[in-house]
């Protein structure tokens, strides 16, 4: 039961970070509430791994793949603790 909770957390969190990609590239987006819902919880997280590599060139963000591959990992941590 716990197991499942963490994993639909994951998974959401991961479905708001793809979400924020698709979304920098189009930015007439950043309007609705949902976008800017998801700019607010996702950006804390980024931009840990922003300030560890800044964008490429000013323009290029590997935050989101690192944050992606960083959250992969974690919950596979948690989720073999949590099993063991």
Known sequence: ????????????????????????????????????FIYHYTEPYLGFFRKIIPPIGGVMDLSPLIGLVVLSILKKIIISLLIS
Do not use: G, K
């Open 1 to 36: 039961m716990i197991i499942q909770i963490i994993d639909t957390l994951f998974v959401c969190y991961t479905t708001m970070i793809f979400i924020r990609i698709i979304s920098s590239w189009f930015p007439n987006l950043q309007q609705y509430q949902l976008i800017r």
